[in-house]
């Protein structure tokens, strides 16, 4: 799940780790994906054959700093929340990033806006 790898990124930037390697599924390759766009992480690559199949993370240390200091999970297995575009609003005045699930795949919330589209809030990250 994408909780996991969020958590194991922000604990490999916490410990000054170069790379990380993570099981690979869909969705968190689409949510690595959106993050190194963003410059969370530096890049993530597909490897390896099934059923061994992994992402390689390279974590991003802007300024020496971890580019990730928090993560708010907002939507939990217990409690999803959704929201229409109407209803998204800036992360940290524009500085973090809100992450949606939609029918259109795995947006943050600016481009969800653009597209017009909804759907369930997953995190926020700064």
């Given at each position: 799940m994408y909780i996991?790898?969020?958590i194991q990124i922000k604990n490999a930037q916490?410990?000054?780790k170069e790379t990380l390697k993570?099981?690979?599924?869909?969705?968190?390759?689409?949510?690595?994906?959106?993050?190194?766009?963003?410059?969370?992480v530096t890049s993530a690559e597909k490897k390896g054959r099934m059923p061994y199949r992994v992402i390689e993370i390279v974590l991003a240390y802007p300024n020496g700093a971890p580019?990730?200091?928090?993560?708010?999970?907002?939507?939990?297995?217990?409690?999803?929340?959704?929201a229409g575009y109407r209803d998204f609003?800036?992360?940290r005045q524009g500085y973090g990033m809100a992450v949606v699930s939609t029918p259109a795949g795995?947006?943050?919330?600016?481009?969800?806006k653009r597209k017009k589209v909804g759907g369930q809030l997953l995190f926020e990250i700064w």
């Open positions: 996991d790898l969020l916490a410990a000054k993570v099981p690979f599924s869909t969705m968190d390759m689409a949510v690595v994906e959106l993050l190194a766009k963003r410059g969370y580019a990730i200091t928090t993560v708010k999970l907002v939507s939990k297995p217990s409690r999803r929340l959704y609003k800036k992360i795995i947006l943050d919330t600016m481009e969800a």
